[in-house]
């Protein structure tokens, strides 16, 4: 392609991009610094609640290298339809509709070894060539850390509302999201919170609460940092249970609501 091309189709693209973006009310990043805190459970948490209580709302899996969404509702290995309009988000439910790129994988072992450039080249096509239509809220699923795709994000939707900052009450945890913190303020994006996961274990037997990786962490954190804390998500053994059997989070999603 020449560079007159180039330039041409990433017009092209940009004026898709906000297009579909001002039919969007809200547009929520979900992120964190470090792996394996929640983040995933958490924006489809927010996406399938704020579905089930009316919203028309499209959760965007923005991992490349580790989409989860697919898996989590139970659309992993389903090809996602094109229109006139671009592609069409897989429908959840009558109120939400996903996209992510496992849906584009040959399967769920592919391996996706791309360098940045291609990452958001494919994340500008999610946003901007995707039929996303009119919106309450869009959901934005970051994969960890604050490189590629987080910073793409906030870049490419100029009037993102906010970002959710999730973290586990652990030391370790908890100073990765001050980086995030860091982060968006250089970004000017705004923050609306900090929400600690992982928050105690309920005992299944008992009842007890038993904090495993401390507790308060979080809340102190955005206390020292000067952001909202949003509250607290626990352990549940009924996550996996239900993970397990279903592959999807219906029947549990809206027991802790944000």
């Not at 001002?22 to 609640?49: D, E, R």
């Not at 999807?248 to 609501?257: K, N, R």
Request: hydrophobic letters at 40%; one cysteine or more.
């Amino acid at each position: 392609m020449s560079k007159d091309n180039k330039e041409n189709e990433l017009k092209r693209l940009e004026t898709l991009l906000v297009r579909n973006m001002a039919q969007i009310n809200a547009k929520i990043l979900v992120l964190s610094n470090k792996g394996g805190v929640g983040k995933s459970f958490v924006a489809v948490n927010i996406a399938v609640c704020l579905s089930r209580k009316g919203a028309n709302v499209g959760l965007l899996d923005a991992d490349m290298h580790g989409p989860s969404i697919a898996k989590m509702l139970g659309f992993e290995g389903k090809i996602l339809s094109a229109g006139q309009n671009g592609i069409s988000p897989y429908p959840v439910n009558p109120n939400l509709g996903a996209i992510s790129m496992a849906s584009f994988l040959e399967s769920v072992d592919t391996a996706v070894i791309w360098r940045g450039p291609l990452k958001m080249n494919v994340l500008r096509q999610f946003l901007a060539e995707a039929d996303w239509g009119k919106r309450d809220y869009l959901i934005v699923d970051s994969p960890p850390g604050t490189g590629d795709e987080p910073l793409s994000i906030c870049q490419m939707i100029s009037d993102l509302t906010g970002a959710i900052i999730v973290t586990t009450p652990q030391d370790v945890a908890l100073l990765d999201s001050r980086k995030c913190v860091s982060f968006l303020r250089q970004l000017s994006t705004p923050i609306l919170g900090i929400l600690e996961n992982m928050s105690g274990l309920i005992c299944p037997h008992c009842g007890t609460k038993i904090d495993i990786f401390k507790s308060g962490g979080g809340e102190k954190a955005a206390k020292e940092l000067n952001v909202p804390f949003l509250g607290r998500i626990p352990f549940d053994p009924h996550i996996a249970d239900v993970c397990h059997e279903t592959g999807v989070f219906g029947h549990f999603l809206g027991s802790y609501p944000l």
